[in-house]
């Protein structure tokens, strides 16, 4: 992933400016955040450990609800969260860290087949460029009977108002955002994914901005 340069001054701008707005999105969204993520230790493994992959884990703003003892593999395709990531691993120091992997979820290629209990995504299935092969990829590097667990805000319901404003103002976000979209009708790739189990609520995120508050949140099994 480029680094340097003009391409590079923005991904660092951009690491910098996700790491301050995750502090209010997290207090926005503590109350759904605590509720998602309470079902980790379900899937821990036999011997009682959970390996967790979290896929364009940015800053780290999730590690406060993972459970105790949980030893937690970071990847983002943007290396400039190195620094804001570390900051949150020494105030969660509750959890283990296996390291950060600067690869994106389409390619994990540093990431075994059937090798964790858990993968993560939150605000991300967003801005990937192909929805798909990252749940590909999930399903792969999952065990049998592991979870895919997200959060992600989505398009409104077609006939709506806000419908209409995403679409219009999409062009502009996807360019201030990384790639980040305002109309993916994201939990129809994850009805299509193979899954074995999906469990999904379309909720409403409150205080957040407008255009993105139609959210989806749940988990998968494989």
Same mark, same amino acid.
Not at 31 to 43: A, I, T, V
Not at 102 to 126: F, Q
Not at 161 to 175: I, M, N, S
């Given at each position: 992933?480029?680094?340097?340069?003009?391409?590079?001054?923005?991904?660092?701008?951009?690491?910098?400016?996700?790491?301050?707005? #995750?502090? @209010?999105?997290?207090?926005?969204?503590?109350? /759904?955040?605590?509720? %998602?993520? =309470? !079902?980790?230790?379900?899937?821990?493994?036999?011997?009682?450990?959970?390996?967790?992959?979290?896929?364009?884990?940015?800053?780290?703003?999730?590690?406060?609800?993972?459970?105790?003892?949980? #030893?937690? @593999?970071?990847?983002?395709?943007?290396?400039? /969260?190195?620094?804001? %990531?570390? =900051? !949150?691993?020494?105030?969660?120091?509750?959890?283990?860290?296996?390291?950060?992997?600067?690869?994106?979820?389409?390619?994990?290629?540093?990431?075994?087949?059937?090798?964790?209990?858990?993968?993560?995504?939150?605000?991300?299935?967003?801005?990937?460029?192909?929805?798909?092969?990252?749940?590909?990829?999930?399903?792969?590097?999952?065990?049998?009977?592991?979870?895919?667990?997200?959060?992600?805000?989505?398009?409104?319901?077609?006939?709506?108002?806000?419908?209409?404003?995403?679409?219009?103002?999409?062009?502009?976000?996807?360019?201030?955002?990384?790639?980040?979209?305002?109309?993916?009708?994201?939990?129809?790739?994850?009805?299509?994914?193979?899954?074995?189990?999906?469990?999904?609520?379309?909720?409403?995120?409150?205080?957040?901005?407008?255009?993105?508050?139609?959210?989806?949140?749940?988990?998968?099994?494989?």
């Amino acid at each position: 992933m480029e680094t340097t340069g003009l391409s590079g001054a923005y991904r660092r701008l951009f690491a910098l400016l996700s790491y301050n707005s #995750t502090f @209010i999105y997290n207090e926005k969204m503590h109350e /759904f955040k605590r509720e %998602l993520f =309470r !079902n980790l230790p379900r899937f821990r493994s036999d011997d009682g450990t959970l390996r967790l992959l979290e896929i364009g884990c940015g800053s780290g703003a999730n590690f406060q609800y993972y459970p105790h003892g949980c #030893t937690v @593999i970071c990847s983002d395709p943007n290396a400039h /969260f190195d620094q804001y %990531l570390r =900051r !949150n691993m020494e105030e969660n120091q509750h959890l283990c860290y296996e390291g950060f992997l600067v690869e994106s979820g389409e390619r994990l290629e540093h990431v075994e087949d059937a090798s964790v209990d858990v993968v993560v995504c939150t605000l991300v299935l967003c801005s990937v460029r192909n929805v798909r092969k990252v749940l590909q990829e999930v399903r792969r590097v999952l065990k049998s009977g592991g979870a895919f667990f997200f959060l992600e805000h989505v398009v409104s319901e077609r006939s709506s108002w806000l419908c209409f404003v995403q679409f219009a103002l999409d062009p502009l976000w996807l360019r201030l955002g990384e790639g980040c979209t305002l109309t993916r009708a994201t939990w129809r790739d994850l009805e299509a994914a193979g899954f074995s189990h999906l469990h999904i609520q379309h909720i409403s995120a409150p205080k957040v901005s407008a255009v993105i508050t139609p959210h989806i949140m749940g988990y998968c099994v494989k």
